[in-house]
RNA sequence: GCCCCCGUAGCCCAACAGGCAGAGGCAGCCCCCUUAAAAGGGGUCGAGUGCCGGUUCGAAUCCGGUCGGGGGCACCA
């Protein structure tokens, strides 16, 4: 490029191509010198010396490494945190800042499918391409601390903590995590009986059973979401609000399979009460409040022939309205209660035009079964039938019909409710539908004309409850249960435990076996890590996905020589099954920043020291503090699911005493999205958005008008700007600038390359106050510069400080620019040395190359990555005058300076002195003069 | 339906705790350099803060309403 225009483009001017030969010396320099290697404390990557007390930690989200590369938004956060870890190491903290991979997981296996590779081969390639590319942005990662959870020796230990939540139990009484082993201890001095036995007599498969219903991992036989497109089961995290899966959009039908599951509803409480001491966007939080969602209420019980139907409700004070029930179709209890016969007179609507109760209620059960849960919700009609029986309302005796009705769920509470149809509007539309009759039990306001009523009012019609507003109703009401013996006040989580294996061959395999009698048996530690045996055929049997008769079918079953396999575990060599599932993607990332912390350990997952020097409490940010890591940067799209799961795993490492913090992320960012137009044109067809020109106000490529779109980047969209072409095309010094000086970090924008201009013009700017562009010799000069020269520097300095630390670098950057523009304006000789060495350390956190280029052209010999970073003079930011706007009457109407130490009865003369003022107030005596210290005069006729 | 966030020059964005609406960039316009070409230099123009109302000496900022955009949740008893 330079050399078709030799004559005129000056030979050291900065140019893309200048930049680029800068950068990769730096790059290289940086990663020969070890720059950004960030001491421990103790172990393998400890300096051997003390390490500074102030540290920070900075993390990124784990990037999955996409075969598709990365577009200009992806590295917004990434740069982001490296400005911030960048100006804090520039300070003299000692700062981590690095990158790893979350390189399981479906895409992979799905593109290995697509590519008929390996997915290790593809992810590993995939990888390679990712470091390139990041590379090339001048990211200041200590590349010691690269893992992938891919990696043997990362999931060994994935596989590790696995088995400390396996061998784990909630305590309740204590409120934490305790080995499984002091539950069983327990029952065997207790002399509690199990089915009428003592502990001592129970068999092993029997005790397993038992200690499964206690285990903080256990398999489970519930209804799970089974995705018959994708071949696995999911989580209810990932599962759509319509009912798809989050992954692939596929439709997702609730089976009873045996899962394993993770008992997070044990942590329900802790993970709504910690929300409180972090420092998190209120948002995410909200979102993981509603996610949990607890809510307070009561389990009654209605007494059915010989059985109990137990419910959960958070109105108790209803007791009285309620009318009849519903068990949600799955409910155990439906099968023992329906009767033989219906009772006489049963209303035709209730039958389902079925001979029996049995009848209707198979023909109801086999219908719910096979809807998606999208056909659930997207039809509202409130269907059900009844089961003949009736219960009795313990609150007044009261005979009710009890019905089965999918509009109660199986997951939620008790999977069983009483329906009040005058105070709930679902229950209302039911009733309407069945002609079962409604009873007001809260007073509507007069010429309330609704259906069912949900405002606050007085109790009626429900005896001792009468004339109570409804929070003093409920404690009533659960006081009179709890006394009589009906039920207790309760409280109820929307969470639900977390479906923890996948039928997919791409992820951390169990580490469990299972013996002759089906009893999962843990793999002892020294048999870590169990590794993904080498497949003929990974990809999972999928099924149409509206199948939803299909069974899950993992390819790991099918690895025969694998899943059966001889160990001796204490009692002989016997042979074992292994389990065939693998665990999910969220596996990986839910405790990575504590393997950054201590990647090469061979003996812990992470050494106790130094997980308390990055990741423990510490006293500077309250007494309250839960530790973690101190930002944390990334899309909002992991509200509830890794920002969940992770922060459970940490509490149940916490519990067990492997760590000292009992949160993961102290501070989380949410980087907003880069967004890029795209264009249609009349078929409906995207074109390559970078051929597409305005012309007066309408979008062409070529000749064709096209139609404008906005969102997200992408390949299908043609609108793909990759950080590699910026680089080619600007520099990544340039490339980051502009990045950075797009708006707020949290802000979504739309990229415009056009603009990317204004960071090369003000970088070339820079370099030309510094360097000249013939001889590329440096030329500053000696000179004290003028006062207003340093009054603008140290008022930049204090600014960029403050900025920085904000993660506000769209405004750090203007304020370079405006020093740098006025170097340019005053100083055309070559700017000042005390500005020049003041600028380009200011300048590195964004353009880290750049500036480490200035710096040693200034010089020195040292790299800049280590700081110094510029403190601001007190002495040139208080000014000696100030000048006042006059407003009169809230307009200004002149100005006035005076000295800054006038007291404000002088500013106050001063301003009354003044002969525009003077004209305007006439003589006259002003209602009312307000002076604001250092910013206006108001003067009120 | 419920909850949350955001509306400032043509565009992207500033304005700390209410105090002169503009820091910076893009585009536009003018001039210089070059004139074969600009990703060259210098300068300049530009909005009264979506709309209505309130509080205040004073509102982009606080409050209420409304319109527009974005997001979350949604049969959770």
Known sequence: MSDTTPDTVPGHRYTAELAGR??????????????????????????????????????????????????????????????????????????????????????????????????????????????????????????????????????????????????????????????????????????????GKPWGELSAAERAKVLNEHRLVYLSEAPVNWAPGLGTVVSNEEVTADGRTERGNFPVFRRNLRQWMMRITAYGDRLIDDLDRLDWPEKVKSMQRNWIGRSNGARVKFASGAETIVVFTTRPDTLFGATYMVLAPEHALVDTITTAQWPEGTDERWTGGATTPADAVAAYRRAASTKSELERQENREKTGVFTGAHAVNPINGESIPVFIADYVLAGYGTGAIMAVPGQDQRDWDFATAFGLPVRRTVQPPEGFDGEAFTGDGPAVNSGFLDGLPIDEAKKAAIGWLEEHGHGEGTIQFKLRDWLFSRQRYWGEPFPIVYDEAGTPIAVPESMLPIELPEVDDYSPRTFDPEDADSEPSPPLSRAADWITVDLDLGDGVKTYRRDANTMPNWAGSCWYQLRYVDPTDPDRFCEPENEQYWLGPRPEHGPNDPGGVDLYVGGVEHAVLHLLYSRFWQKVLFDLGHVTGEEPYRRLFNQGYIQAYAYVDPRGVYVNAGEVVERGGKYFHGDQEVRQEYGKMGKSLRNVVTPDEMCETYGADTFRMYEMSMGPMDVSRPWATKDVIGAQRFLQRLWRNLVDEETGETRVVADTPDEATLRLLHKSIAGVHEDYANLRYNTAGAKLIELNNHLTKNFPGGAPRVV????????????????????????HAESLAHGPFPTANEKYLVEDTVEYPIQVNGKVRSRITVPAAATQDEVKATALADDKVAALVDGGTPRKVIVVPGRLVNIVL
């Open 22 to 195: 800068i950068e990769q010396r730096w790059q290289e320099y940086w990663e020969a010198n070890g720059t950004y290697h960030a001491p421990n404390p103790v172990g393998p990557l400890s300096g051997g010396a003390e390490v500074p007390a102030d540290k920070l930690f900075v993390q990124d989200m784990f990037p999955y490494p996409s075969g598709a590369g990365l577009h200009v938004g992806h590295p917004l956060g990434f740069i982001g945190t490296d400005v911030y870890a960048r100006y804090h190491r520039m300070t003299g903290r000692n700062v981590l800042h690095t990158m790893g991979f979350d390189a399981f997981g479906l895409p992979a296996e799905q593109y290995a499918v697509q590519t008929g590779q390996h997915p290790r081969k593809t992810t590993e390639d995939n990888v390679q391409t990712y470091l390139r590319q990041i590379r090339r942005l001048g990211l200041g990662h200590d590349e010691r601390r690269r893992i992938s959870t891919i990696d043997p020796e990362y999931y060994r230990w994935t596989q590790w903590i696995f088995l400390q939540i396996f061998n784990s139990y909630y305590d309740a009484e204590r409120g934490k995590a305790r080995p499984i082993a002091e539950l069983e201890a327990k029952f065997a001095a207790s002399g509690e009986t199990f089915d």
């Open 836 to 859: 020049a060495e003041a600028i380009v350390p200011m300048l590195a956190p964004l353009c880290p190359h750049l500036a480490e280029e200035l710096w040693s052209k200034l010089g």
